[in-house]
């Protein structure tokens, strides 16, 4: 079974950083793309970046310029460095993994880490 371990959320003043990171479990299966969703309360969840197992990444127009997503494949750890936060950025964040699982590619989510940026 996969699992995705997060840490890094917390509390910060609008205008400051923050430092996400994933690691997934190992496993024999490939690990394809990684990515941050974030979730607001009320609000469907939705895509914040994502990066490929070759590096190529995509962002949502809210944070191009802001965060930057990387990942160290020798440790499936995928990293989500958040700067100028704005308070619209609050959310739980959710880490998402894609595997080659038998062939069949299978998505996985780490369980959440909250980010909470104050005005």
């Known amino acids: 079974q996969v699992q995705l371990v997060e840490s890094g959320g917390g509390l910060v003043q609008a205008g400051g950083s923050l430092r996400l990171s994933c690691t997934a479990s190992?496993?024999?299966?490939?690990?394809?793309?990684m990515g941050w969703y974030l979730q607001a309360p009320g609000k469907q969840r939705e895509l914040v970046a994502t990066?490929?197992?070759?590096?190529?990444?995509n962002y949502a127009d809210s944070v191009k310029g802001r965060f930057t997503i990387s990942r160290d494949n020798a440790k499936n750890t995928v990293s989500l460095q958040m700067n100028s936060l704005k308070p619209e950025d609050t959310a739980v964040y959710y880490c998402n993994a894609h595997f080659n699982v038998w062939g069949q590619d299978r998505g996985y989510w780490g369980q959440g880490t909250q980010v909470t940026v104050s005005s």
């Open positions: 190992e496993t024999i299966f490939r690990l394809n793309s």
């Open positions: 990066i490929t197992s070759d590096g190529s990444t």
